[in-house]
């Protein structure tokens, strides 16, 4: 049995006790991190990176991650969630993807690398393809990821925040995981949705180097002897 498939027998066995028989029903089966080269994943038992809370058993909620230090920076939070999967499995749900991403930000929507799919790799190698590879026509079991690629200068720090909730708040680039047959008869709807937003602020102000304010004091010093000469031959 394959170290992935491992992972899905031991984090699906630990999934089923929140399970209830209310339509619509969500669950967070894996997750994963990769946050400028350090990865964090959930078969480890590491703890989930970044502030704030996702609930426990649907994985809802929304995190945040501080930048401080200059220079570039990477960011993957990688999601499998399942919807009602005690009633109709998770083999029936698609995703989708909503908007233009924004610039150095990358996402991906795939089967989880259970049997196929290359998501799980991608977190790991800090590197998303951009690509759904699940839309509507072709169900299955979804999982989606969120990236990020900035550069901070000297000054300037940045904080990251990463939102899963079954209501859309966002009118900016965001993903979809879709289960058109939900509820005990199968005729309701349930998808969650995932965005992602950047914000950087400050910025260093430009002070000039000690040789600099040298020149810049004898140029003042010239200009005021010239003037007094001028004043003086007058």
Known sequence: MSSRLSRFVVLLSLSFPFMSVQAGTINLTDWAFNINGDISEAYLGDPMPGSGSLDASTGLGTLSFDFLAPGSHSF???FDMDID???NTYFNEFGAAHGTAGAGQSWQIDEPGYVFGS?????????LSNSNNLPSGTPEDVSFALGWDFVLAPGETAQLFLTLSHVLDTTGFYLEQVDHETGPDFSESTSIYFWSSLEISGGSVAVPEPASLGL??????LVASRRSGTRQAR
């Open 76 to 78: 993957v939070g990688f």
């Open 119 to 127: 998501i799980y790799d991608n977190t790991l190698a800090g590197s």
């Open 216 to 221: 810049l004091a004898l140029g003042l010093m």
């Open 85 to 87: 999967a005690h009633l």
